[in-house]
């Protein structure tokens, strides 16, 4: 019946209706449970200038054909007929690589490429007529094969995943990670690990993995160790709910051996004396499995108590998943458990639109530049006679302390909470618990309009104060509107899932990669139900520069051991020589390694800094030295990943000239009306935002105006000031009365809202074009809805018509005549 009519006509949408799912559904595949379409793969990454955002386009595969529900086995890319059969080919291979699939199809209707790539030699690719396509069985057994799966292990890892009947499916990298896992496990790899960027659902994916293992018969007992308490509990009534009465947690050290899935703390199966080590009241062999969450926090480390639980169950199978993987001279994941199956980075997060992007506040205090040296003599607020040297950034608040330095960083904390939202969750990273507590009472006097009745509005939440940690899950809830600012140390560096944190104050001097990526992670996940699409961090310490660092998203790299004559104390772990806990690092400093680290000791209970070290007091409090801001910038992360500090006019520019290197080409782009539609959302996806631009140059110009002017230095002309040109020009005088006042109409409807009003037919019901007629009355006068359109169309290039001052025909760029 079809064969008749042209393929050419049908849109996209048609062809895949009409030729490609008949084909697909005719060679087996179960429409219900086998085929997705449209497929979202990413949210679309987003774009932030100033307070506004926007969203990137999204990533969508026509279709995802799987051999079980998220068990992915193909891609089918669609395009209409006026394309090649193979177009979709390029679109389809990186959605392929996304999905972790083997076989890849395109199709324009008339029939499909076929891109296999289970195939070792001879043709990757070949062209099949619609009723060649492969059916379900022939794809899985080409997989199988390929894969090398036995009878045994294609059980497992066909193993149905959870799920709550809503017809939800994981992302396409929680996919690739889950099935990865499995896989692994099936045909016996014994250590795995995971790299997952914080706020990308880790322990959702642990659950999936554990579940299907555990549903399979694979693994029957198995223990899921984390580091916080908090964490523990959290993933039992969320993610883990679905185990129910085979679920309990180790508490009080003791344990009931009954059940099959175990939630643990590191720290309850763990002493300093045998008779505390519970897991020893199990058997080496009793765990199949055991899951560790943030394992970077220990096990990485050889010497550590974490490792012990490892090693004393080393029968069983061991996955580490972590954000950060720690690889230093003598600690390494990668050399316990080998390298990741599967790495998912924070930039990737940003880019697919999952995890929040964040612009960087940088604030160079004077005498964080400069130092700071005492006069000769010049004793503290306590009468100590400071030693007489040279103090910079990293003596701050360790070994010497400056309160108004103290009260300055509050002061614009506070500043930018108030020009922003006072309400906007924030964390406060201070160097030490001395530091914390001077900074939340700093910012308790920055905020008191608001703290002088609401002491929750400030809160310092670190490990030896039981009022702030008992305040800590307030602070992770949405709904819970206080605490507003979190002051800490080390407390809330890893676990604090906040998914409303707007923003990140770093006043620690921070040079572990490790704990700077833990950091960040605070404020990557997004919420928007609570206005959270991008979070800021407020550097005083110059830590962001980590960002520079190749490792800040590169693979970790292995160094098994120190070289002769080195230290075995790695760079980033200077000081410390065992793993200690969040609480235990909250009340412990790390000793200083020379005068010029200043690096204090072990810190007096009761925080004065007036005990001893080799005769001179722990710390220097100096009141009345003056600081000042030196320097203050605002960067964003661009696309690739780099921070770059630009105004929103160079970025609109620059952006401006990738898609349109001259005037020229773009007045042909613009003055086709239907593409100025898409050339505004296609910038808008760029993160070029005319209403913030408007507010830069002037609300009165159209975005046509805006462009020529920052893109191509035209002087604009306001939209009022166009409007008068073209009266000017008697551009009406063709027309008879009745369309004339019409046209005057959508004019003066121009120069007030913008041209976009006046391409819509509706604004013909709108006063005071509703009294001239009804809107066919008033079409007929221009003799029919073509000449109406036509009429409309001639208007808006009369409107942006340059006379005589036309750029040449020839290309040109900036600087040309007035556009």
Not at 187 to 205: C, N, Y
Not at 436 to 461: G, H, P, S
């Amino acid at each position: 019946m079809e064969s008749h009519i042209d393929k050419s006509d049908r849109t996209e949408a048609e062809i895949r209706t009409l030729y490609i799912t008949p084909a697909i559904k005719a060679a087996g595949w179960d429409l219900a449970t086998q085929v997705r379409e449209e497929f979202q793969l990413t949210d679309g990454r987003i774009v932030v200038r100033g307070k506004l955002h926007t969203r990137g386009k999204k990533k969508r595969a026509d279709y995802v054909l799987c051999h079980k529900p998220n068990l992915p086995l193909a891609v089918v890319e669609a395009k209409d007929n006026n394309h090649g059969v193979g177009a979709g080919m390029q679109q389809a291979l990186e959605y392929a690589d996304m999905l972790d699939v083997p076989f890849i199809f395109s199709s324009n209707g008339d029939g499909f490429v076929f891109h296999d790539k289970t195939a070792s030699s001879g043709t990757i690719e070949t062209e099949l007529k619609l009723d060649q396509f492969p059916s379900p069985k022939e794809l899985w057994n080409r997989w199988a094969a390929f894969k090398g799966l036995t009878t045994e292990t294609e059980e497992v890892v066909t193993q149905d995943y959870y799920t709550d009947g809503s017809g939800r499916t994981p992302r396409y990298y929680q996919l690739k990670a889950i099935n990865r896992t499995v896989e692994a496990v099936a045909k016996g790899q014994d250590r795995i690990l995971l790299v997952m960027a914080t706020g990308t659902g880790k322990t959702m994916t642990a659950f999936q993995i554990i579940w299907r293992l555990w549903k399979s018969g694979t693994k029957k007992r198995i223990l899921f160790l984390a580091d916080r308490n908090i964490l523990v509990d959290q993933t039992m009534r969320q993610d883990f709910k679905p185990f129910g009465g085979a679920m309990t947690k180790v508490t009080n050290r003791t344990v009931d051996k009954s059940y099959e899935i175990f939630l643990s703390l590191y720290q309850a199966v763990t002493g300093t004396d045998e008779d505390r080590n519970i897991y020893k009241q199990f058997s080496p062999d009793f765990f199949d499995l055991i899951v560790i969450d943030e394992c970077h926090r220990g096990s990485a480390a050889e010497d550590s108590a974490w490792r012990e639980i490892l090693e004393y169950f080393s029968a069983a199978t061991q996955v580490g998943l972590t954000a950060t993987p720690k690889e230093t001279r003598d600690v390494s994941n990668i050399t316990y458990f080998g390298y990741p199956v599967y790495e998912y980075s924070l930039k990737q997060g940003i880019e697919d639109g999952f995890l929040a992007p964040y612009k960087v506040v940088r604030i160079d205090l004077d005498k964080d530049l400069e130092g700071w040296r005492p006069t000769k003599g010049q004793v503290d607020k306590y009468g100590n006679e400071i030693e007489d040297r040279i103090y910079n950034q990293r003596d701050f608040d360790r070994g010497l302390v400056l309160e108004q330095r103290t009260e300055l960083v509050a002061q614009k904390v506070t500043e930018f909470l108030k020009g922003t939202d006072r309400d906007s969750k924030t964390i406060v990273f201070c160097e030490n618990i001395d530091h914390a507590e001077r900074m939340r009472k700093a910012l308790v006097n920055a905020n008191a309009d608001i703290t002088a009745t609401d002491n929750r509005y400030v809160m310092q939440i670190t490990g030896d104060n039981p009022e702030g940690k008992a305040e800590l899950d307030n602070f992770i809830d949405a709904e819970s509107s206080r605490p507003v600012i979190a002051v800490t140390s080390k407390l809330m560096t890893t676990g604090v899932d906040s998914k409303t944190c707007k923003l990140v104050v770093l006043d620690q001097s921070i040079k572990s990669m490790t704990e700077f990526k833990q950091i960040i992670g605070r404020g990557t996940r997004i919420n928007e139900d609570y206005g959270k699409h991008y979070f800021t961090i407020m550097d005083f310490r110059k830590a962001t520069e980590l960002f520079a660092d190749p490792a800040f998203d590169g693979d970790p790299v292995v160094v098994y051991e120190p070289r002769g004559g080195e230290s075995v104390v790695p760079p980033d772990e200077a000081g410390t020589t065992t793993h200690v806990s969040p609480e235990q690092a909250d009340n412990a400093w790390i000793t200083g390694q020379s005068q010029g680290d200043g690096g204090p000791g072990s810190m007096d209970g009761d925080g004065s800094g007036l005990g001893s070290r080799l005769g001179r007091p722990k710390r220097y409090y100096v009141r009345d030295v003056r600081v000042l801001v030196r320097s203050e910038r605002v960067q964003f992360m661009d696309k690739d990943g780099k921070l770059i500090t630009e105004s929103l006019k160079d970025y609109t520019k620059k952006t401006v000239h990738k898609e349109y290197a001259t005037l020229r080409k773009f007045l042909d782009a613009w003055r086709a009306p239907e593409r100025r539609e898409s050339i505004i959302a296609v910038l808008a996806e760029e993160g070029v935002f005319f209403e913030a631009l408007a507010e830069e140059v002037g609300t009165e110009y159209s975005p046509f105006d805006l462009v020529c002017h920052i893109a191509f230095d035209q002087p604009p002309l306001t939209r009022q000031e166009r409007a008068k040109n073209v009266r000017k020009r008697n551009y009406f005088t063709k027309y008879g009365d009745k369309a004339r006042k019409v046209l005057e109409a959508l004019l003066d409807k121009y120069a007030d809202e913008g041209l976009e009003k006046i391409e819509d037919v509706k604004i013909l019901k709108v006063e005071p074009l509703a009294q001239l007629g009804t809107t066919m009355e008033i079409i007929e006068e221009f003799g029919g809805k073509p000449k109406y359109l036509e009429a409309v169309r001639e208007l808006e290039r009369a409107l942006y018509s340059t006379g005589d001052s036309e750029p040449p025909s020839n290309d040109v760029g900036p600087q040309s005549q007035r556009g």
